[in-house]
């Protein structure tokens, strides 16, 4: 079981990092007007999309290992509440994951509809996630 959980914090950590960084990039690339830089930011955009695809899935897949080991051991383990605000987080992430996907597309066939200062704000909403994920997973308040 350690081992699953080290992996999984391992993953989340490599997710994370992309997910903070991915954004960032987007506002860079909304800043952009010449074409030598729109193409960079679509291939480092592209780069980091994989990586951070592989660290989710990863984080994931340890994860889903991690919970069906609490599960089997622990009983009443998926009637915590804390659980379930964690499990809606991540899912959440999941969606801001895939959201981020699609801008790489947008930017990619040259569609970018949103401003740097959109980015930027966007660019908070994995941290906010990971604060509740953390909260909920070391405190459990409920």
Same mark, same amino acid.
């Given at each position: 079981m350690l081992w699953l959980k080290a992996f999984h914090i391992v993953f989340v950590v490599a997710w994370f990092a992309g /997910? *903070?960084? %991915?954004?960032? /990039?987007f506002v860079y690339h909304s800043q952009t007007d010449?074409? /030598?830089s729109h193409e960079r930011f679509k291939v480092m955009e592209r780069? %980091?999309? &994989?990586?951070t695809n592989l660290g989710g899935l990863l984080a994931l897949g340890f994860g889903i290992a991690l919970l069906g080991w609490w599960v089997t051991h622990v009983?009443?383990?998926l009637s915590q509440g804390w659980l379930h605000l964690k499990l809606? %987080?991540? %899912? &959440?992430? /999941? &969606?801001?994951?895939h959201w981020c996907a699609r801008l790489v597309r947008a *930017? &990619?066939?040259g569609r970018n509809r949103h401003s740097q200062l959109?980015?930027?704000w966007f660019n908070e909403v994995p941290v906010i996630m990971l604060i509740g994920i953390v909260v909920m997973v070391v405190v459990k308040p409920f």
């Open positions: /997910l *903070f960084y %991915l954004p960032r /990039l010449d074409e /030598l780069r %980091l999309l &994989a990586i009983e009443g383990y809606t %987080l991540v %899912l &959440a992430l /999941l &969606a801001y994951h *930017f &990619a066939q959109w980015y930027r």
